[in-house]
């Protein structure tokens, strides 16, 4: 009862643990963001901009290791399940070692890089990982593998059941740190592509050249449609609705 999803944004290390420790005594679930974040303070995709790790997550757990209404099986009966079966992909494919983490339920393993990468060269290789485990029949949470994604915080409890929290810990917290290269390589990760803005900032090349001769100000298209001249959509638009003919969208 009363509980709400708050998003908190930190400087510092020890910033990010006191509000942690704050979490979990007042009994809430703690999670962190894996990417690094723009300026803005919101957790979106578009604001995820930098990133020193891959990650993955497996379900467990009687209800996940059985077909759903369905038909569906969302992960393994049981976490020795699930983890020995994370381990023979990653021999099968020759993956450096990972950090894992007991959630609680179930086991989210993360592959440090050496070095900061940004999102276009990051997703390629996230989604040939999930690619990869998906075709090889490991089952994984395929949602997991996006860039604003949150996770678990090793050290904290988790509340899925208030009545009986169970410990997130830390299995293994060695690894083998590899360059976004050897990833590449290794997984055969196709090469990224360049991240454009939804709207251009200016207009191509070849539009600029058409326009240079137009008139590009509203105030003029305006006045044009205040006469009776100009295009008749824009002059349609132009008028106040309760005036606006109603079959004066387009010419015919």
Request: with cysteine.
């Amino acid at each position: 009862k009363g509980r709400y999803i708050s998003q908190t944004f930190f400087s510092t290390r020890e910033e990010f643990a006191k509000q942690t420790q704050w979490l979990v005594k007042h009994k809430f679930n703690a999670y962190f963001g894996c990417a690094k974040f723009g300026d803005e303070d919101h957790r979106e995709h578009s604001n995820a901009k930098y990133f020193r790790s891959l990650w993955m997550d497996i379900d467990c757990g009687e209800d996940k290791g059985k077909p759903n209404d369905k038909g569906k099986i969302e992960g393994y009966i049981d976490q020795a399940t699930g983890l020995a079966a994370a381990r023979a992909f990653c021999k099968k494919f020759n993956l450096p070692r990972p950090i894992i983490v007991d959630s609680g339920y179930g086991l989210h393993f993360y592959w440090v890089l050496t070095e900061t990468i940004p999102r276009n060269m990051w997703k390629v290789l996230s989604h040939r990982l999930r690619d990869l485990a998906q075709s090889d029949g490991l089952v994984v949470d395929p949602s997991v593998f996006e860039a604003s994604r949150v996770l678990r915080e090793p050290g904290t409890l988790n509340f899925k059941d208030p009545k009986n929290p169970v410990p997130v810990t830390l299995l293994n917290g060695q690894y083998e740190a590899q360059s976004y290269d050897y990833w590449k390589n290794l997984i055969n990760a196709p090469d990224p592509e360049e991240e454009r803005d939804f709207i251009p900032r200016r207009l191509r090349p070849l539009m600029e050249t058409m326009f240079e001769d137009r008139v590009k100000r509203f105030k003029t298209i305006k006045l044009k449609s205040a006469k009776g001249e100009g295009c008749p959509v824009r002059r349609c638009m132009l008028v106040p609705p309760a005036t606006a003919p109603a079959a004066a969208a387009a010419p015919p």
